[in-house]
Every structure is written in structure tokens, then in C-alpha cells.
């Protein structure tokens, strides 16, 4: 089976759909959360989603757009955008969501948004964490989100270690246990503007990460007519 992994998606349909044509023919989608907040078209994306079949979890944006989840902890753009989100969907995306778990099987994989540890919150970020979360998983495989930086650490004895990989990157699944991020699609945040994703294939025993151009312009366009904070229609061009 050839399961797109996608990730932060955030309300931009241009990079999801640019990232689906990529990594056809797929037989799943599996998505780790922050499908909307950030990007102008949370009802576009929730809908292409469903029509996809598309299996995952809840992330912190999803849970505070549809009031799961106090804005506090948010910084002021990522607040103004969740809030213009919570306003904005229809019922049926608010309903779509709400129905997300914040943790999930596919064995052998667990799929959560930060961590196991904490799936709303936490970030995968070192070997240290890495190492902390191996324990709290079953399975061998555990795919995050949440950083919006594709990477791998690996279980080995006690330690974490973090594997380097970049656009191409191929890595097996090989039974060496895992926690896999497959980068964001629609707000990448490690200095290439381009959507990350991951082709997981679990015949061939492969993930494989890509990086696909998407019209960027056309996200900043609409999130200026829809007056959504300036700097996160920036960042975008920067992959930051
Ligand atoms: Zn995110």
C-alpha cells in the first residue's frame, strides 16, 4: 500500500492539492492534525480531506478552531488566524474535526500530532524528546507533526538519534523503531517554501520524503483579502 503522510496542512489548498497530484497513484491519506488555522481555505482543505477518505488526528490549531482548546498559549498571528477560522467554517468542517481522535493506530504505526507524550503540545525536536516519547508508543512506528520540519530519529538501545534527510530522502522501515515527521505541507518552516511531504510504501518498505512548488501567490492573495495577519503570509515565501 502507498499512503501519502501528510501534515500541517493549515488551510492551504493550493500546497495540499499540488502535494496529492505529486505523490499519485496513493492508496491512503493519513494526516497528523493542523489541517486548518494559518491558511485562508480551512472548509476547501477539511473538504478535499473528506472526499479523500483521508484517516488521522486532531492538532492544536484544529482543536482551538473549534473550541477544544484555549487560544492562550497561541502567539498573537497564530491566535488571530485560529480565531478567524473558528468564525469562518461551516458546521460540517467544525463537526469533521471534532470527530478527529489526538491519537491513532495503523499498525504498526501510532499517529499523533506533537508526541505521545503530549499530542497537542509537544515538539519532536531532539534526540531527547525523541528518546522520552520511544517509550510511550507500542508500536514500531510513530509519525508526528507539529514542528512543521520533516525528520527521523531512530531507537537505538537506549538512545534516540536523529537521522539527517533532506528532499529525496529515502529511509526503510526496516523494524528499527521510528518516529518520523513527513514536514508540513502548507506552512514549511526549515527554510524551503516548497510543501513536504512523505510517500509511505509499505510493500517496499520505504518512506520517502518530496518537496513540491505550489503557487504561494495565490495563498498570500487570499489571505490579504481576507485580512489575515500580514507575517504569516510572509513567512510563507521563506519556508519560515
Ligand atoms: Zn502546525
Same mark, same amino acid.
Given at each position: 500500500?502507498?499512503?501519502?503522510?501528510?501534515? *500541517?496542512?493549515? +488551510?492551504?489548498?493550493?500546497?495540499?492539492?499540488?502535494?496529492?497530484?505529486? $505523490?499519485?497513484?496513493?492508496?491512503?491519506? !493519513?494526516?497528523?492534525? *493542523?489541517?486548518?488555522?494559518? &491558511?485562508?481555505? @480551512?472548509?476547501? %482543505? %477539511?473538504?478535499? $480531506?473528506?472526499?479523500?477518505?483521508?484517516? +488521522?488526528?486532531?492538532?492544536?490549531?484544529?482543536?482551538?478552531?473549534? /473550541?477544544?482548546?484555549?487560544?492562550?498559549?497561541?502567539?498573537?498571528?497564530?491566535?488571530?488566524?485560529?480565531? !478567524?477560522?473558528?468564525?469562518?467554517?461551516?458546521?460540517?468542517?467544525?463537526?469533521?474535526?471534532?470527530?478527529? @481522535?489526538?491519537?491513532?493506530?495503523?499498525?504498526?504505526?501510532?499517529?499523533?500530532?506533537?508526541?505521545?507524550?503530549?499530542?497537542? !503540545?509537544?515538539?519532536?525536536?531532539?534526540?531527547? %524528546?525523541? =528518546?522520552?516519547?520511544?517509550? $510511550?508508543?507500542?508500536?514500531?512506528?510513530?509519525?508526528?507533526?507539529?514542528?512543521? %520540519?520533516? &525528520?527521523?530519529?531512530?531507537? =537505538?538501545?537506549?538512545?534516540?538519534?536523529?537521522?539527517?534527510? &533532506? @528532499?529525496?530522502? #529515502?529511509?526503510?522501515?526496516?523494524?528499527? #523503531?521510528?518516529?518520523?515527521?513527513? +514536514?508540513?505541507? /502548507?506552512? @514549511? #518552516? *526549515? &527554510?524551503?517554501?516548497?510543501?513536504?511531504? $512523505?510517500?509511505?510504501?509499505?510493500?517496499? +518498505?520505504?518512506?520517502? !520524503?518530496? #518537496?513540491?512548488?505550489?503557487?504561494?501567490?495565490?495563498?498570500?492573495?487570499?489571505?490579504? =483579502?481576507?485580512?489575515?495577519?500580514? =507575517?504569516?503570509?510572509?513567512?510563507?515565501?521563506? /519556508?519560515?
Amino acid at each position: 500500500m502507498r499512503i501519502a503522510v501528510l501534515s *500541517d496542512i493549515h +488551510g492551504n489548498l493550493p500546497a495540499l492539492e499540488a502535494v496529492l497530484e505529486a $505523490l499519485k497513484p496513493y492508496d491512503a491519506i !493519513w494526516q497528523l492534525g *493542523d489541517i486548518v488555522g494559518y &491558511g485562508p481555505q @480551512p472548509d476547501e %482543505v %477539511v473538504a478535499r $480531506l473528506k472526499a479523500e477518505g483521508a484517516t +488521522g488526528v486532531r492538532g492544536n490549531h484544529d482543536s482551538a478552531a473549534i /473550541g477544544a482548546l484555549d487560544t492562550d498559549a497561541f502567539n498573537d498571528d497564530a491566535r488571530a488566524a485560529v480565531e !478567524w477560522t473558528a468564525e469562518r467554517i461551516a458546521p460540517a468542517t467544525r463537526d469533521w474535526l471534532a470527530a478527529l @481522535p489526538l491519537r491513532t493506530e495503523m499498525k504498526p504505526f501510532t499517529l499523533v500530532h506533537g508526541s505521545p507524550r503530549d499530542p497537542t !503540545w509537544e515538539y519532536v525536536y531532539s534526540a531527547g %524528546v525523541a =528518546r522520552a516519547n520511544f517509550a $510511550l508508543f507500542e508500536t514500531a512506528y510513530c509519525l508526528v507533526g507539529h514542528t512543521h %520540519v520533516p &525528520g527521523v530519529f531512530r531507537q =537505538r538501545g537506549s538512545r534516540a538519534e536523529a537521522v539527517q534527510i &533532506g @528532499p529525496g530522502t #529515502r529511509h526503510p522501515l526496516d523494524g528499527e #523503531r521510528l518516529i518520523v515527521n513527513p +514536514g508540513s505541507v /502548507g506552512q @514549511p #518552516r *526549515d &527554510g524551503d517554501p516548497r510543501a513536504s511531504a $512523505l510517500l509511505l510504501d509499505t510493500d517496499a +518498505g520505504t518512506l520517502d !520524503w518530496r #518537496r513540491v512548488a505550489y503557487p504561494l501567490e495565490q495563498v498570500q492573495k487570499l489571505m490579504e =483579502r481576507e485580512q489575515l495577519p500580514r =507575517r504569516l503570509a510572509a513567512r510563507l515565501q521563506f /519556508g519560515l
